[in-house]
């Protein structure tokens, strides 16, 4: 049998998960003050301010063990953290997490987790700092992140100035072809269901879309046409998007081919890429990593709005978590 | 019919949340830089560094909903959190947090958890910075606190040294009592069931201990035996529990009487009070709130423990979540 949470009990889970916390690497150095194991860790905050943010991970929701591994999880979890604090210009320092397990889940389950909480929060350079082990009937993880911004402003999703660039970086869609792989009975095109399970969000392409003068600039995650609405509307712009010019992932051009039905589905409303959406004002040389997808506008009668090549778009945007 | 969270949809909810908490009352000055709304929130931490602590609540585990009000469950989560930042030393800056919620959960009930959660941030001088909100089978509760160090050192748990005055600040076993009246199917001794939903942390003892020289600091959180211990082990010192010297609440123990209990079960086994341990260099002054009730001592032969009264405690122990 393999061993469970809960024949090791909380204090020993907590203790194996400091002990291999210890051996992190990619971490900046310094920035762990008092880690953990005290009642709260102490994180360096260099510019005298802290980027925070957080997001829950509920499984059967964000995640299926059977589609995911442990480490898929993890790595999951701090990404869409951490491109959060890369969405607001700022560079990712620390992380706590809240990890409520049933006693049942295997202590295997945990350290593959751990494992790529690990790798994903070094990839960034994070630390993980500390966090909380209690029982319950599903898995929940809960992250929280801290960056600095370097003594640079932080980049809002209000900045957008009619006339300016709208750029992104990163994959769109991919994510979101993965899952519909998935949820299809299938586990190829690998490179699409990997998408889905581990994004690959380019954290410092935040701090050079920051030093590169970006007026805007978020996080993509519930999909281009929500999130691109979402600074619309913070900014007071209407944002055209041109459709030929977002970068298009072959495989996931060729998949949905083979399934009928226009990639503009994924690109335009899938989300869970951690792409960075940004606007950069005209003329702007774009920082390496950004295309220019598309132009800010005054807003018309109707206000605050995205449109796709000139028209209002046709595909669902995005999608709410508590209607059904 | 009562409006739920899946009648309102997840982005309204966000909204409702966020227009809250624009009118809270309490947090210091100056201290949100960037607010909820954006990807991440922006928070000052005026010394170069923040001391950050996450704790998870779970309902059925943490709570129950027909025993602790909506308000109850958000100024429990919020002053669990508050305390580990006091522990430290540190005074609450900010929070963030994590809510995860079935969507046929009354908006009722997210206003009342919201209203807690913003009366005791306010209580503690800290403000609600950001969160997430996701569906969920169970509602479960992610709080994460930030605080300021003022310019002093972190108060650790392992800086008590042979020959401290072992001192508490706030009740100890008033929350357990109130849980075990509960679940006995009573209501009162209001006071008790009172100290079990709402625990009522003196967060500024916390800094009042480091200005009066606290060597080692924490929360106690599991029992007074269980986290004394900790504290033992961090330090490398036996400490000695004087137990006629412990603040005995008198309702407390009229209800142990009554129940044919020893008071002790609850003031040395029980939880979720959050009154501070700390040890103070012998013959320091006490800061105000503290009361002494025991002394570090160099460990004998079996290591770094805690006696009372110069005995092995007969008293359980606190209790490991993960096991039945």
Do not use: C
């Given at each position: 049998?393999?061993?469970?949470?809960?024949?090791?009990?909380?204090?020993?889970?907590?203790?194996?998960?400091?002990?291999?916390?210890?051996?992190?690497?990619?971490?900046?150095?310094?920035?762990?003050?008092?880690?953990?194991?005290?009642?709260?860790?102490?994180?360096?905050?260099?510019?005298?301010?802290?980027?925070?943010?957080?997001?829950?991970?509920?499984?059967?929701?964000?995640?299926?063990?059977?589609?995911?591994?442990?480490?898929?999880?993890?790595?999951?979890?701090?990404?869409?953290?951490?491109?959060?604090?890369?969405?607001?210009?700022?560079?990712?320092?620390?992380?706590?997490?809240?990890?409520?397990?049933?006693?049942?889940?295997?202590?295997?389950?945990?350290?593959?987790?751990?494992?790529?909480?690990?790798?994903?929060?070094?990839?960034?350079?994070?630390?993980l700092a500390g966090g909380d082990v209690v029982r319950a009937d599903a898995i929940y993880v809960s992250v929280t992140a801290m960056g600095d911004l370097e003594d640079r402003d932080a980049v809002l999703r209000s900045g957008a100035r009619a006339g300016d660039v709208i750029a992104v970086a990163g994959r769109l869609g991919c994510a979101a072809a993965g899952l519909a792989v998935l949820s299809r009975g299938f586990r190829s095109p690998r490179a699409l269901v990997d998408a889905h399970r581990r994004p690959e969000p380019d954290y410092a392409a935040g701090v050079r879309a920051a030093e590169g003068g970006a007026r805007?600039?978020?996080?993509?995650?519930?999909?281009?046409?929500?999130?691109?609405?979402?600074?619309?509307?913070?900014?007071?712009?209407?944002?055209?998007?041109d459709s030929g010019a977002i970068p298009l992932d072959e495989v996931l051009a060729s998949t949905a081919a083979a399934y009928n039905l226009d990639p503009l589905t994924w690109v335009l409303g899938g989300g869970d890429d951690h792409a960075l959406l940004a606007a950069f004002p005209k003329g702007s040389a774009l920082p390496t990593g950004f295309t220019a997808i598309g132009t800010a506008k005054k807003p018309g009668e109707e206000g605050p709005r995205v449109t796709v090549d000139g028209r209002a778009p046709e595909v669902v945007p995005g999608f709410e978590h508590f209607r059904s």
């Open positions: 049998m393999a061993q469970t949470v809960g024949d090791l009990g909380e204090i020993a889970l907590v203790d194996r998960i400091i002990a291999a916390t210890r051996g992190a690497k990619g971490a900046r150095k310094g920035v762990v003050n008092v880690g953990p194991g005290d009642d709260a860790a102490v994180l360096a905050a260099p510019d005298g301010r802290v980027v925070v943010t957080t997001d829950v991970l509920v499984e059967g929701r964000h995640f299926r063990r059977d589609w995911s591994s442990a480490e898929d999880v993890g790595v999951k979890a701090v990404a869409e953290n951490l491109a959060d604090i890369a969405a607001m210009g700022a560079r990712p320092t620390g992380l706590v997490i809240g990890l409520a397990l049933p006693p049942e889940t295997e202590v295997a389950w945990v350290d593959g987790f751990l494992a790529g909480v690990l790798a994903e929060a070094g990839r960034g350079g994070a630390a805007a600039l978020m996080d993509v995650s519930d999909g281009l046409l929500l999130d691109a609405e979402r600074m619309a509307v913070a900014s007071g712009v209407a944002i055209d998007i």
